[in-house]
């Protein structure tokens, strides 16, 4: 594609969902080409109806120092490219966290990331603490690309509604920084599969054993038995894994 050169820099649309602008990094592109403006080697991509689908940093970068803003045009429009082409070409650029891509998808109306992203909002949960809890991984992969499926049916994700429900009943019970490290979140997918928030809070008031932050899930997982068996006969134990 021929590279074109502008500095009509208001020429250009912004896509619904894209990350917010980090003056930071702006900032880092001024210096980095105070001297020897080399944003020309990469120019920025614009859609055919002039929607800046790449670029934004670099644009805001020349806006603030009268450069030349380099790009080119594709021959396609907005609606004709898939909808995470967006998300896809900016991990080659500053790299978006988790978050940008939620944002982005949500922004779109994907109903796995509204609901995703609604979770995360209502409970004050990060998504790794999300994702663990609900999944058991982190699916950086398909929330990247899109793809991210956490429920099917109706009583899926009422079911995933309930289990964040009783994640965030562990709080004053369970110490903050444990109930925000997502190795607990993993156990306590695996402990609600047996057990109650309520039964979990009832063992740990029987108990003197200390709830201590460990290393990941068998670790914690190994801590809750310990905290749920306590005094308990050894034929009644229950064990996780």
Same mark, same amino acid.
């Given at each position: 594609?021929?590279?074109? &050169? ?9 896509? &619904? ?7 930071? /990094? &702006? ?23 002039? @929607? ?16 030349? $803003? ?15 082409? =967006? ?13 940008? @891509?939620?944002?982005?998808?949500? !922004? ?14 209502? /409970? ?5 603490? &999300? ?11 398909? =929330? ?36 925000? /490290? ?9 402990? $609600?599969?047996?057990?109650? !928030? ?38 009644? @134990?229950?064990?996780?894994?």
């Amino acid at each position: 594609m021929k590279i074109q &050169v502008t500095k009509e820099y208001d020429q250009f649309k912004k896509i &619904v969902g894209n990350r917010s602008i980090d003056m930071n /990094h &702006v900032n880092y592109l001024v210096k980095l080409n105070s001297e020897n403006n080399l944003l020309w080697q990469f120019p920025a991509d614009v859609t055919k109806d002039g @929607y800046l689908w790449d670029g934004q940093h670099r644009l805001e970068a020349c806006r603030a120092n009268d450069w030349d $803003f380099y790009y080119t045009q594709s021959d396609k429009l907005l609606s004709e490219l898939t909808d995470n082409i =967006v998300a896809i070409t900016n991990t080659a650029q500053k790299k978006w966290i988790m978050a940008d @891509y939620i944002n982005f998808y949500s !922004a779109h109306k994907k109903e796995q990331y509204v609901f995703f992203q609604e979770l995360m909002s209502e /409970h004050k949960l990060t998504s790794a603490i &999300v994702l663990k809890l609900l999944a058991g991984k982190s699916l950086q992969r398909e =929330v990247k690309l899109g793809t991210l499926s956490l429920f099917q049916t109706p009583d899926d994700k009422a079911y995933l509604e309930e289990l964040v429900t009783e994640y965030v009943s562990l709080r004053g019970v369970i110490p903050q920084v444990i109930l925000q /490290h997502s190795s607990f979140a993993g156990a306590a997918r695996t402990m $609600f599969k047996d057990f109650s !928030a309520q039964d979990i809070k009832n063992a740990i008031e029987r108990t003197s054993i200390s709830l201590t932050p460990q290393r990941g899930v068998k670790d914690y997982l190994r801590m809750m038995e310990e905290i749920i068996n306590y005094r308990k006969m050894e034929k009644n @134990y229950h064990r996780f894994f």
